[in-house]
């Protein structure tokens, strides 16, 4: 009992007192930044992108394809574009996931997602969800299982995952969606009871990332729902997931 209150009194308070307030260490690849509107005839930095997030006309990049390796500020000449530690980055449209000139953080604050009064009647309280990894690589999903450490503690917003898609208020979907998972996805999206909602979390999930031109996918589910919450990232953050979760149901 004692080395236990030992060990409790060395490490301290480790949970994030404020996940709305916590800062990213510099080095953190987040939120694209792109300095100009039109890029001059030498700019060559988008044929280095491995997954075609970056467009010339209109100049922009795409954090629902940007799997954030940051060889596109490498090949940048002018700084044209840059990555900064801004973790906010979780929307509730894809549109809002193309980055310009105009559209960066000041537009994320106010924009990125809009508090729909029915969600948070329903899950504002009480939100549990069912993760499907529908061809992941893990890293993804272990992001995920981290949003329920000692750090972040999600559970304490009420916000958990489920084991049964029956017990569950809506799902979360990680990876390309391969041909082989579309039919699990589909069952457990159907187990789960009306209402639901569908949160992408992964460059993978959003766009198909580095296997988007694959014939190996189906990802016709995308196709036929809603989406109400897509979170960027490749892997994504937790801290981008809860803050994402968090003003979906106006917590």
């Known amino acids: 009992m004692f080395d236990i209150l030992r060990i409790r009194l060395r490490q301290g308070y480790q949970a994030i007192p404020d996940v709305k307030k916590a800062q990213i260490i510099t080095q ?5 930044e792109v300095s100009v509107e039109q890029v001059n005839a030498d700019f060559t930095a988008d044929t280095v992108c491995p997954v075609n997030a970056i467009s010339k006309a209109p100049f922009s990049l795409d954090m629902g394809k940007c799997v954030f390796c940051g060889d596109c500020v490498r ?3 002018n700084n044209e574009i840059k990555f900064t530690n801004y973790h906010k980055t979780a929307v509730d449209s894809p549109e809002k996931l193309v980055v310009t000139k105009n559209k960066g953080k000041q537009f994320l604050e106010k924009e990125a997602i809009k508090s729909r009064a029915d969600i948070k009647k329903i899950f504002g309280r009480s939100l549990k969800l069912r993760q499907v990894s529908a ?8 992001e995920l299982a981290a949003c329920g450490n ?17 017990h569950a208020d809506g799902i979360v979907i990680t990876g390309p969606i391969t041909q082989n998972m579309a039919p699990a996805l589909l069952d457990t999206y159907d187990a789960i009871p009306d209402p639901k909602i569908i949160i992408l979390a992964g460059s993978c999930a959003i766009s198909g990332g580095v296997f988007a ?10 196709n036929n729902h809603k989406v109400d919450l897509y979170v960027p990232g490749c892997p994504i953050h937790p801290l981008t997931f809860i803050n994402g979760v968090l003003s979906l149901i106006g917590v």
């Open 75 to 77: 090949a940048c000449k």
């Open 150 to 166: 000692v750090n972040f503690d999600m559970g304490r917003f009420g916000i958990d995952f489920a084991a049964s898609p029956r």
């Open 213 to 222: 031109d694959s014939n190996a996918l189906n990802r016709e589910f995308l």
């Open 135 to 142: 061809g992941g690589c893990n890293g993804c999903e272990l």
């Open 28 to 32: 953190f690849r987040g939120l694209p």
